[in-house]
């Protein structure tokens, strides 16, 4: 059980274009939902936390603007890294939080914008 | 600013012995911790939640909790190579739904 997946695995961008990462938990439902990045051979950084149903809670330094969350359903997250750039490389991951607090995380999403 | 800390290692053990990872912690008011377990290139998995002071205790893990210490360890008993990893130690922020990660240890286990 707990099992969360992340779509796509692996994505390559032309500078300027938007992309769309889909988060989901596929056995449980999630009304939180976390988005982190991680850059090579660094520590996981939390962006952004997911309530489903309303606006995302984005960490300090965060572009809110850049980084879209959207939380439409209990099972569904999406990130839209919009208007990407070379310096928006990264891993993404999400994770899913299964009541009352254990984060299951999904296996990423490699971007990489050209 | 609330501060989970490891030590990066690398920490080498042969293989069959008893590898040891530790963490200390900030925030007094924490009740949730977590081990996970990243391979290169991969998502963190989850290895083991402890809640209560004291020794928990699943397959070859052992996790311990002292919480007059702000301090967390997990024990591997009878390391594999494929035990070869980062480990993450991570503790729930008090009032938040946050999860506060270390920068992990690496352990290397050697034939």
């Known amino acids: 059980g707990a099992v969360v997946s992340q779509h796509p695995s692996r994505v390559i961008c032309k500078s300027g274009t938007s992309v769309k990462i889909e988060c989901r938990s596929l056995d449980f439902q999630a009304t939180t939902m976390f988005w982190y990045r991680q850059f090579p051979k660094q520590s996981l950084m939390l962006m952004a936390t997911?309530?489903?149903?309303?606006?995302?809670?984005?960490e300090q330094g965060v572009e809110k603007d850049k980084f879209l969350i959207n939380h439409a359903s209990l099972t569904l997250s999406t990130l839209t890294v919009t208007s990407a750039h070379p310096e928006d490389s990264s891993f993404y991951i999400c994770?899913?939080?299964?009541?009352?607090?254990?984060?299951?995380f999904g296996p990423g999403t490699r971007l990489t914008v050209l | 600013q609330k501060e989970v800390e490891q030590n990066s290692g690398p920490l080498s053990v042969p293989e069959g012995a008893i590898a040891s990872l530790n963490c200390t912690y900030s925030?007094?008011?924490?009740?949730?911790f977590f081990w996970y377990r990243q391979y290169s290139g991969k998502s963190p998995e989850l290895i083991m939640s402890?809640?209560?002071?004291g020794d928990k205790e699943d397959g070859r893990f052992t996790a311990q909790l002292n919480k007059a210490s702000q301090y967390v360890s997990l024990l591997i008993r009878d390391s594999q190579p494929s035990d070869s990893a980062t480990y993450l130690c991570?503790?729930?922020?008090?009032?938040?739904?946050?999860?506060?990660f270390g920068t992990g240890t690496r352990l290397q286990v050697f034939p």
């Open positions: 991570a503790v729930e922020e008090r009032d938040t739904d946050k999860l506060i």
């Open positions: 997911s309530n489903e149903g309303s606006k995302a809670t984005y």
């Open positions: 925030d007094r008011g924490s009740q949730s």
């Open positions: 402890i809640y209560s002071n």
């Open positions: 994770s899913a939080r299964l009541y009352p607090d254990t984060q299951y």
